[in-house]
């Protein structure tokens, strides 16, 4: 029983179901948007950030939740996982602006991951001299 006990308070500890929790009142609003007596575009966009947001709480809680689950174990001494969480959560986050970008500016997330690779190329362009130049080592 204690290692079970132990088991559920590293989600508590993580605040994963406080932040699961979080999700009824995106999704209770959700439904009030929806209906037909409210119809708010400003409303609408805000519940979906709020929701977007909430799911990368989730997911981030989720991830440290397994890596307390897996520093418990033998294996976390030969085989860490500290810097691939960190790497997850970076990436989380870099998707979550994205969508929350997209959301809020009504365009498909492609449309705004190809207007940042082109403007990357473009920056590329520019500063290429600059950037060999660090890369090489003489400024």
Same mark, same amino acid.
């Given at each position: #029983?204690?290692?079970?006990?132990? *088991?559920? $308070?590293?989600?508590?500890?993580?605040? /994963?179901? &406080?932040?699961? =929790?979080?999700?009824?009142?995106?999704? /209770?609003? $959700? *439904?009030?948007?929806?209906? !037909?007596?409210? &119809?708010?575009?400003?409303?609408?966009? /805000? !519940?979906?950030?709020?929701?977007?947001?909430? /799911?990368? =709480?989730?997911?981030? +809680?989720?991830?440290?939740?397994?890596? $307390?689950?897996?520093?418990?174990? !033998?294996?976390?001494r030969h085989?860490? =996982?500290?810097?691939?969480?960190?790497?997850?959560?970076?990436? =989380?986050v *870099?998707?979550?602006?994205?969508?929350?970008? +997209?959301?809020?500016? !009504?365009? @498909?997330?492609?449309?705004?991951?190809?207007?940042?690779?082109?403007? %990357? %190329?473009?920056? #590329?362009?520019?500063?290429?001299d600059?950037?060999l130049?660090?890369? @090489?080592? +003489?400024?």
């Amino acid at each position: #029983m204690l290692k079970f006990r132990s *088991f559920l $308070d590293t989600p508590n500890k993580r605040k /994963a179901f &406080r932040n699961t =929790l979080l999700l009824i009142p995106g999704i /209770a609003g $959700d *439904f009030v948007i929806h209906s !037909d007596i409210v &119809r708010n575009g400003f409303l609408t966009k /805000a !519940d979906r950030v709020y929701l977007i947001l909430i /799911a990368l =709480l989730i997911c981030s +809680s989720l991830l440290h939740v397994f890596l $307390d689950l897996y520093n418990r174990s !033998d294996r976390s001494r030969h085989h860490p =996982l500290n810097g691939l969480v960190q790497a997850l959560e970076v990436a =989380l986050v *870099f998707v979550g602006i994205i969508i929350i970008t +997209s959301t809020l500016i !009504d365009k @498909s997330p492609t449309a705004l991951l190809t207007g940042l690779g082109a403007s %990357a %190329a473009v920056l #590329m362009l520019i500063f290429k001299d600059s950037i060999l130049g660090v890369v @090489s080592g +003489s400024v």
